[in-house]
Nanobody, 129 residues
Framework: QVQLAESGGGLVQAGGSLRLSCVAS????????MGWFRQTPGKAREFVAG????????YYTDSVKGRFTISRDNAKNTAYLQMNSLKSEDTAVYYC??????????????????????WGQGTQVTVSS
């Protein structure tokens, strides 16, 4: 069992920045690919970014490319999402998730919520315009 805990959300003005953190309880954190998703009321959970186990491969949804950066520190059991140039449409609850190493890592596998084994409880990000 892996427990994930997000932090770093809050209220920020448009154009500002936030860094989200996701701390994992597992000693085998490096065995998991990590993803960030977001959700607004009445909508499905949306893929934001994903990162491979070693951090060499990353994927992003088009709307955040060039603004968001996903990273990880396996020594600290932590994944990060640096969010710059925030827009009002980035307002959502942000979740981190852990995916096991099965099969070949790809954009399709990174962005599929059903392929993730563990989820955090989410952190609210609100961007005021």
């Amino acid at each position: 069992q892996v427990q994930l805990a997000e932090s770093g959300g809050g209220l920020v003005q448009a154009g500002g920045s936030l860094r989200l953190s996701c701390v994992a309880s597992a000693r085998t954190f490096s065995n998991y690919r990590m993803g960030w998703f977001r959700q607004t009321p009445g909508k499905a959970r949306e893929f934001v970014a994903g990162i491979s186990r070693g951090g060499s491969t990353t994927y992003y949804t088009d709307s955040v490319k060039g603004r968001f950066t996903i990273s990880r520190d396996n020594a600290k059991n932590t994944a990060y999402l640096q969010m710059n140039s925030l827009k009002s449409e980035d307002t959502a609850v942000y979740y981190c998730a852990a995916q096991g190493p099965e099969a070949y890592y790809s954009q399709e596998r990174a962005q599929a919520p059903s392929l993730y084994d563990y989820w955090g409880q989410g952190t609210q990000v609100t961007v005021s315009s």
